[in-house]
Every structure is written in structure tokens, then in C-alpha cells.
């Protein structure tokens, strides 16, 4: 039953709207600091609010006091106030304060059902709403709905539409790719090419001619002239990766590059006029690689014209199941696997774990359960956290009960493993094809078609 906080003085009041709405698990404050209480403890989605509250029970002062702290740690809750016949004036500024709606005594069976219902209705609406835009990263890829990535969102969008340079900070598997194209999709550059390079994974004999292009016949093997990233780039956005590993030598040609917004190619006599957007990112400490000269401190203060810190994993609270059940939904449908949710032991050991590889960890972790699991959920053992021991649940010492879990996880292994044919199952678990499907139904396993 949905939770329903009603917040009245008057306990006959309290009484008759609680067999009113006999439908909801209701909860009941008097005061204030009681109904605030409530609402930090059951969190409900609806609330009816008497604005004649305790020690002002003849004015609206204490009542619309407590409809604004409400609203305040509990911004999405539907607010309806009650009140008298002869207090519309206030109902008005209760609803011109974020109040759902308002209802005038006396109560009404009927009416009060309806207005209540329809105010829950809308609650589950608006919050599957925040889900998809959680997933869906309000159109920009980031996804979650963590305090610190609507912050990140909002500065993303913020920075977008200028020219700035940007420097994303943040551990390895964080996510700054996506921070970086979430820079681009939000700016007016999104209809141009969004380019990436990891200035770590190219050798440094290559990475000029990668970055700045290069004419025919500047070194052996040079055919043909060839445009770099920076003018593969041009009206969109390049993004440098790992910008701490780019050789000292080559960081004098970029600081160059971004301040004069023109590049020559290697070889080349000619400056090439390009207006492309820049946007760096690194998990090392620029400062302190400027403190020991293997970064120019001229670069470092011209990439960081703003610095976004991305968040770890761990530390984005509900965040890490959205992404998991994101990844769950996306490689289901790649693999064309009847995969629909994580049990309630893959659930608690995604939340338990610490996530030292951040999204890429996580990432890898639910594509490989969704290629090992056979049934229709995932659970932690084909997250592979059983052999780990990161998970919550712990190992029985009843030796019946240890058989069987021994025996369930060998049988979907060894499915797996078969690719789904039944007789290869068998034959891995050496047994016959009745006993197989006898141990299938004892142990009630689902298996994928």
C-alpha cells in the first residue's frame, strides 16, 4: 500500500480522512515538526496538509511554514491542502507555494478519494519521467540521477555553447569520453564531427602527424598529404585523452594551436586556419607534473580554462543500479537474450561493491552476466562475484543446501558453456539427458530458449 501522510491537529479530522482513504498505508502528524519527521522517515508521495496548524491554528502562518520545508527535502511529494470554507485566499498562495491542490472541508468521502488518486497518479508518472531522463542522460548521454551528475550536468550545459576549453578530471573508467560528447551534443557543434584521440595509446613518432596532419613527402611513406584530427575536427569537437602522457616536445606546437586557432602540417610551410572546440581529460595531476616540468604550466593553464570533476562510481549513490539495468536493457537486445532484471543477490553485491574500475568495470561485468546467465535474471554469481565473496549472502553449512547450489551453478555454467544444446550440457556435466532435465526440475532452473 502507497504511503499517505496526513498532517492535522484535529484528530477527529485525522480519524475520518483515515477511514476515507482506507486504500493507502496512512501515517499520521499533528504539527509541524511532526509531519517533517514523517516525511524524512516514510518518504510518501502524497500528503494532506491542514494549513491551520499548531501554535497558529486560527491563521495559515504555521501551516504554509510547513508546506515549504516539505517541498523543500521533499520537492517531488504532492502537497493537498485542506482548508476551511472561508480560507480560498489562502489555498491560493498554498498552491502559488508548490501545493498540488487544495481541498475545502468538510471532508467528502468521494471527492477526497479522487483528488488523492489522481495526485498519486500523477506522482508515478512524474517519476518514471525522471527515470528515462535519468537513462536517457536528457538527451546528452550522461546518465544517472546522482546529486553530483546533475551537477556535472548542469555544468556541461552550461559550457556548451561557448568556446571555453575544458579539462575533465577524474579516474579511469569514469566516464570522460562521454562527459566530453555530452560537451558536444550539447553545444551547437552537434550537427559536426565529434573526434577522439588517446594521446597515450600512439606512439610519440606518430602522434604529431596524427594530431596535425601531415604533406606529401615530409617522411618515408608519406604518399599522399593527409589531414590530421584537428582538421578532421573542424566545426565540431576534438577531445584529448590522457593530455598528461603528450610528449613535452609536442605541447609547444599545441599551446600554439589553441591560442592561434591555425595549424601547419608536418612538412608543410602553409597555416591552416581551423575553428574546432577542444576538450582535454586526464587522471593524472597536471600540477603537479607543471611542479616537476613534464607539463608546461602555459598548457595546463590554457586547457583548464574550467575544470569538471567527474565522480567515481562509488560515489553516485543510486546511480550504480540505473547504469546496471541501462547496460542490462542494451546488451540483452545486442545479444538476443530473454534477460529482464538482477535478482535480489546481484542487486545487493552491485550496490556493495567498491567499483575500483568505475562504469568500465561495470560495464564489462553485466555484458559478460548476460552472455553467461540462463535464466531471465541475472544473479551474482554471473556477475562473478561468487568466487569473490563480495556479496552479502553467505555460504551455508547445511551440505544438502551446499549440493545444491554446487549443482545449480554447474548446470548453467555448463549450459552456457554449450552454447544452449542440451545434449553437449550433458555431456559436459557427465550425466545422462533424463538426469539433466530431472536436476532442472528439482532445482527448478529457467532456462533460455
Known amino acids: ?16 480522512l483515515k477511514w476515507s482513504l482506507s486504500d493507502y498505508d496512512v501515517v499520521l502528524a499533528d504539527d509541524r515538526q511532526s509531519a517533517i519527521a514523517a516525511v524524512r522517515r516514510h518518504e510518501p508521495k502524497v500528503i494532506t496538509l491542514d494549513l491551520g496548524l499548531p501554535p497558529d491554528e486560527a491563521n495559515a502562518s504555521e501551516g504554509l511554514a510547513a508546506l515549504q520545508e516539505i517541498l523543500t527535502i521533499a520537492p517531488h511529494s504532492k502537497v493537498i491542502v485542506i482548508t476551511g470554507n472561508d480560507d480560498r485566499t489562502n489555498a491560493l498562495a498554498a498552491i502559488a507555494a508548490g501545493a ?5 472541508k468538510p471532508v467528502d468521502t468521494e471527492v477526497i478519494n479522487v483528488i488523492v488518486a489522481r495526485a498519486f497518479s500523477v506522482a ?20 544517472g540521477n546522482s546529486e553530483s551528475i546533475d551537477r556535472l550536468r548542469m555544468m556541461v550545459k552550461r559550457i556548451a555553447p561557448t568556446a571555453i576549453t575544458a579539462l575533465l578530471l577524474g579516474e579511469s573508467g569514469t566516464g570522460k569520453e562521454v562527459t566530453a560528447n555530452a560537451v558536444h551534443l550539447a553545444s551547437d557543434r552537434k550537427d559536426k564531427p565529434f573526434i577522439a584521440i588517446n594521446c597515450a595509446s600512439i606512439p610519440e613518432t606518430l602522434l604529431e602527424s596524427e594530431l596535425f596532419g601531415f604533406e606529401k613527402g615530409a617522411f618515408t611513406g608519406a604518399h599522399r598529404t593527409t589531414k590530421g584530427k584537428i582538421e578532421c575536427a573542424e566545426g565540431g569537437t576534438l577531445f584529448l585523452d590522457e593530455i598528461g602522457d603528450m610528449p613535452y616536445s609536442l605541447q609547444a606546437k599545441l599551446l600554439r594551436f589553441l591560442q592561434e586557432k591555425c595549424i601547419e602540417r608536418l612538412g608543410g610551410r602553409q597555416e591552416i586556419a581551423v575553428d574546432v572546440r577542444v576538450v582535454c581529460a586526464t587522471n593524472q595531476n597536471l600540477e603537479q607534473m607543471v611542479a616537476d616540468k613534464t607539463f608546461r604550466e602555459d598548457l595546463f593553464y590554457r586547457v583548464s580554462e574550467i575544470t569538471l570533476n567527474i565522480p567515481p562510481l562509488r560515489d553516485r549513490d543510486e546511480d550504480v543500479i540505473i547504469l546496471a539495468q541501462y547496460f542490462l536493457q542494451h546488451y540483452a537486445k545486442e545479444y538476443k537474450r530473454n534477460v529482464k532484471s538482477f535478482s535480489a543477490d546481484a542487486l545487493s553485491a552491485i550496490k556493495g561493491h567498491r567499483w575500483p574500475g568505475n562504469i568500465r568495470e561495470l560495464q564489462n561485468k553485466v555484458k559478460s552476466s548476460v552472455i553467461m546467465t540462463t535464466g531471465t535474471q541475472v544473479t551474482a554469481i554471473d556477475l562473478g562475484f561468487f568466487d569473490q565473496q563480495d556479496t552479502s549472502f553467505e555460504l551455508s553449512l547445511n551440505l544438502r543446501v551446499v549440493r545444491e547450489q554446487a549443482e545449480s551453478i554447474a548446470i548453467q555454467k555448463a549450459y552456457a558453456l554449450a552454447d544452449g544444446n542440451m545434449s553437449k550440457t550433458a555431456e559436459l556435466l557427465g550425466v545422462t539427458r533424463p538426469t539433466l532435465y530431472s536436476l532442472i526440475e528439482k532445482y527448478e532452473l529457467t532456462i533460455n530458449d
Open 100 to 104: 498540488y491542490d487544495f481541498y475545502q
Open 1 to 16: 500500500m502507497e504511503k499517505l501522510l496526513i498532517v492535522d491537529d484535529d484528530k477527529g479530522i485525522q480519524k475520518q
Open 124 to 143: 508515478a508518472i512524474e517519476e518514471e519521467n525522471r527515470k528515462m531522463r535519468a537513462v536517457a542522460g536528457s538527451d546528452i548521454g550522461i546518465i
